[in-house]
């Protein structure tokens, strides 16, 4: 039952599914791509519904990117003060845009700005919201959307519907969603928005850029061809020097196990796996990862997953294409040699 503290409305309003477009001051993110392609697919099914966005101090050329895959239609906030990301404000331009516009649906990218502002906005809109959810379909009988999200560590699948609010949120981790073909064919319609600020709540001070050791020059995990993984079984942080110097030479990016994390080997922006971010690589290569369910939801749609493990029956090694069971200090040095043999760098 609806909550009766919430006022009353009328679902027949609420067309559309809606994405926000999160960028990093360059370029779109490439969670905000991929689900603006799902949009399209779950548009279809509402009968040809438009597609939207909401970009938040973007830039026109960010906004065409976006209708080159996907939308019809882009709403670009445009305010001074939000120049600068600062939760409170950022949240209630966007609730202030999606209750003008009305999307039926409205999904995010569970980032780590996404998760900050998804509640935030659901709650200034009055709706629910389903976290991190990893499959997204269309009730064919009820038209509601089905948000669909692992529980109970990872056993098991809950479905979601949010039957008597609108709009229906979602968040979505990256990588779950292939990113659609850019067409540059593709019209839409660029509109600028001036929303107010009224009582701001931050002052925005100063930033420092956290330097992730060695890694720290690396591209993100969910944005690579090519991703090396270290778990637990390298038994240290040094062992990630060695992966980190066999992801360079693949021109891919490292990324760790919940273990490694947990043990600080690795920063948690670098973790995949079902309490880290999900992963869609061409090749994957995980060195001393056991390869728990929990891990292996985070790297399934993996074109290649290639394991390098001295126990023969871990997890990992029965579900990678390829396996070799072995010594990483000896085996990973190796591979590094005959790549930079392949290469003429030695």
């Known amino acids: 039952m609806p909550c009766k503290l919430w006022p009353e409305i009328n679902k027949e309003e609420y067309k559309g599914v809606w994405v926000y477009l999160e960028h990093d001051g360059a370029k779109l993110k ?56 600062t939760p409170y404000e950022y949240a209630n331009a966007i609730a202030k845009v999606v209750a003008k516009y009305k999307p039926e649906i409205f999904l995010i990218g569970a980032t780590k700005r996404g998760r900050e502002l998804a509640a935030f906005i659901a709650n200034t809109l009055t709706t629910g919201i389903t976290a991190d959810c990893t499959a997204l379909e ?11 999200r692992p529980t109970f560590g990872g056993t098991q699948m809950a479905t979601i519907k949010t039957p008597h609010r609108r709009p229906q949120m979602a968040s979505v981790r990256p990588g779950v969603f292939p990113k659609p073909p850019r067409d540059v064919n593709r019209k839409g319609e660029i509109i600028h928005e001036a929303v107010e600020i009224n009582g701001r709540r931050t002052t925005f001070l100063g930033a420092e850029r956290r330097i992730e050791r060695d890694i720290a020059d690396l591209p993100p995990v969910e944005s690579s061809d090519v991703v090396v993984a270290g778990g637990r079984g390298l038994g240290s942080a040094e062992g990630f020097k060695l992966l980190v110097e066999l992801a360079k030479l693949l021109n891919g990016t490292v990324a760790a196990s919940l273990m490694a994390v947990r043990a600080g080997w690795a920063p948690h922006t670098r973790q995949v796996g079902q309490t880290g971010k999900t992963i869609r690589p061409r090749l994957y290569i995980a060195v001393g990862i056991s390869g728990a369910v929990q891990h292996m939801m985070g790297i399934q749609e993996s074109k290649y997953i290639v394991a390098i493990n001295s126990d023969p029956n871990a997890p990992i090694v029965q579900n990678s294409d390829y396996a070799i069971v072995g010594d990483y200090k000896q085996i990973v040095p190796l591979l590094i040699e005959e790549i930079k043999r392949a290469k003429g760098l030695s």
């Open 30 to 85: 490439d969670v905000a791509l991929e689900l603006l392609g799902k949009a399209r697919d779950l548009a279809a099914k509402r009968g040809k519904a438009p597609v939207g966005g909401v970009l938040v101090a973007g830039t026109d050329e960010m906004a065409q990117e976006a209708i080159y895959h996907g939308a019809d239609k882009v709403v670009v906030i445009v305010n001074p003060e939000l120049k600068v990301y």
């Open 138 to 148: 269309i009730d064919p009988k009820t038209g509601d959307l089905m948000q669909i």
